[in-house]
T-cell receptor, first 115, second 113 residues
Framework: DTGVSQDPRHKITKRGQNVTFRCDPISEHNRLYWYRQTLGQGPEFLTYFQNEAQLEKSRLLSDRFSAERPKGSFSTLEIQRTEQGDSAMYLC?????????????FGPGTRLTVL | GNSVTQMEGPVTLSEEAFLTINCTYTATGYPSLFWYVQYPGEGLQLLLKATKADDKGSNKGFEATYRKETTSFHLEKGSVQVSDSAVYFCALSVSNQGGKLIFGQGTELSVKP
């Protein structure tokens, strides 16, 4: 088990382009969370999945954002028609629901820069 | 709603000094409380946690006690080291609300030799 991985680590794009990020959680973890972190702030919750079901979406997740977790394994987060305000670090975390420690394990993040 | 407020940084201390980073929260339901740490160039790591009132979480010399009466979860360490330089985040989650984490804004700690 190598922990939570995210790809790419960095993405630079032009305003108006679409981008997609991938998260591979720890293999036995059934919950997967997406967060967004802007400079100098704490991470903010975006959405989460239990297995393949998306159970909650934050108000922060505008209709330009979509997330999927097919087959309950990896997840993708797509941003359509990117805006400069989307520039941030996008973090993924996974958790084994019911585990004693109830600890979310975070990936290294994808840093998005929208020019 | 649920929220976390922590003291603003940056905090600069000399090695072996005592550290306190204040954290207070508001929550509906019964939250679990966490401190996460982000070392330079690395991802978020859980430092310690507490799941009910009066619990004390501890790890690597850091401690925090879940105080329901003051809705606080202050982080303390008796003697900081240069290697403790990092950004510290206080967070809460409520289990019947999906377990999502609500974070404070983070406190940057710099320890000088």
């Amino acid at each position: 088990d190598t922990g939570v991985s995210q790809d790419p680590r960095h993405k630079i794009t032009k305003r108006g382009q679409n981008v997609t990020f991938r998260c591979d959680p720890i293999s036995e973890h059934n919950r997967l969370y997406w967060y967004r972190q802007t400079l100098g702030q704490g991470p903010e919750f975006l959405t989460y999945f239990q297995n393949e079901a998306q159970l909650e979406k934050s108000r922060l997740l505008s209709d330009r954002f979509s997330a999927e977790r097919p087959k309950g394994s990896f997840s993708t987060l797509e941003i359509q028609r990117t805006e400069q305000g989307d520039s941030a670090m996008y973090l993924c975390a996974s958790l084994m629901r019911g585990a004693d420690r109830n600890e979310q394990f975070f990936g290294p993040g994808t840093r998005l820069t929208v020019l | 709603g649920n929220s976390v407020t922590q003291m603003e940084g940056p905090v600069t201390l000399s090695e072996e000094a005592f550290l306190t980073i204040n954290c207070t929260y508001t929550a509906t339901g019964y939250p679990s409380l966490f401190w996460y740490v982000q070392y330079p160039g690395e991802g978020l790591q859980l430092l310690l946690k507490a799941t009910k009132a009066d619990d004390k979480g501890s790890n690597k010399g850091f401690e925090a006690t879940y105080r329901k009466e003051t809705t606080s979860f202050h982080l303390e360490k008796g003697s900081v080291q240069v290697s403790d330089s990092a950004v510290y985040f206080c967070a809460l989650s409520v289990s019947n609300q999906g377990g999502k984490l609500i974070f404070g804004q983070g406190t940057e700690l710099s320890v000088k030799p």
